[in-house]
């Protein structure tokens, strides 16, 4: 018995023994993985390293210092001389009064008025007003019986018509303006071919037009103003077979051909008619439409209005024209 129990004993031991160190196998196990895992995994990145280049980082160079640059003396640039302004005319207004008395009339200095019967017996008016006091300054005031406006065209083209006559001889327009050294003509025609020779509008502008150019040809710093066409009798418009004021279409053409060309208007028609566009028979001396002094005397403020116009607009003061 006892032989038999001491193998068994043996077997015993060295169960326990294969058990212990079956245990000790399992616990060291993790420990070494977990002292090998750092290694290994340092080792990673550090092979990745290897393959990429090494760049070292330098700061640049600090500059070297410098001193800057001395300017220049330079002298300041010497101002341009510049002209004072010149200041604005003052424009005081001017009474009705004053306005009749003539205290503008220097602005019709070198001037010449050119017309048909109309402008000659304005004429006349002016030469009477002229024995009181001042009368429209040194205005030539040259009217023809009979002219109208396509015979004074076609006489600044070279054919026989009606002309001006001034001290004893004849003168196209355009050569009596240049001879008088006019600065400024003013330009009444149109009755006579609106009613008695029935222009059209555009026939009435048409020739208007021709002897504006004429006269521009030979004195180009001449101004041009003209005059609206005066109204007529109805009882005239009708023997010449018109039963309304054609003269009112005629006036609205001028109106637009001036503002076209840059010429000056003196209003008179709207002075001289009536309501229904006729001529307001105080103002007139026949049958026809030629004015007696009351209706000259219209025209004469027409004048004056304009150069009030042109005064207070600043156009024109009187200072221009008080050496011609």
Not at 91 to 97: A, G, N, Y
Not at 284 to 299: P, R
Request: some cysteine; hydrophobic content about 35%.
């Amino acid at each position: 018995m006892k032989n038999v129990l001491h193998p068994i004993k043996i077997m015993f031991v060295i169960l326990l023994a294969a058990l212990f160190l079956t245990s000790a196998c399992t616990v060291n196990t993790p420990n070494r993985q977990a002292a090998e895992s750092p290694a290994v995994q340092s080792a990673a990145p550090a092979a990745e390293a290897a393959d990429e280049p090494t760049v070292r980082q330098t700061e640049p160079p600090a500059p070297a210092p410098t001193e800057p640059p001395t300017p220049e003396p330079t002298e300041p640039p010497t101002p341009e001389p510049t002209e004072p302004p010149t200041p604005e005319p003052t424009i005081v207004p001017v009474s009705d009064e004053a306005l009749n008395d003539g205290v503008l009339d220097s602005f019709f200095n070198d001037s010449v008025l050119i017309g048909d019967s109309m402008t000659a017996g304005f004429s006349y008016f002016v030469v009477l007003k002229r024995k009181d006091g001042v009368c429209l300054s040194d205005m030539k005031c040259i009217g023809q019986s009979g002219l109208f406006l396509k015979n004074a065209y076609e006489v600044e083209l070279g054919k026989r018509a009606t002309v001006l006559s001034y001290r004893g001889r004849t003168y196209r327009a355009s050569d009596l303006v240049q001879k008088l050294g006019a600065k400024t003509m003013y330009l009444l025609l149109g009755v006579n071919d609106v009613y008695k020779y029935h222009s059209t509008v555009a026939d009435y502008i048409t020739c208007f037009d021709g002897i504006i150019r004429n006269t521009q040809a030979k004195s180009p710093d001449v101004q041009i103003v003209l005059i609206t066409v005066p109204p007529v009798l109805k009882s005239y418009a009708w023997s010449c077979s018109y039963d309304y004021p054609y003269n009112n279409d005629v006036n609205e053409a001028l109106y637009r051909y001036c503002e076209e060309n840059g010429f000056g208007v003196v209003e008179l028609a709207a002075r001289l008619s009536e309501e229904d566009g006729f001529l307001n028979r105080a103002y007139c001396s026949d049958k026809t439409f030629h004015l007696n002094q009351e209706g000259n005397a219209i025209w004469l403020a027409a004048f004056r209005e304009y150069a009030r116009s042109q005064y207070e607009s600043g156009a024109w003061t009187p200072e221009e024209n008080a050496d011609s």
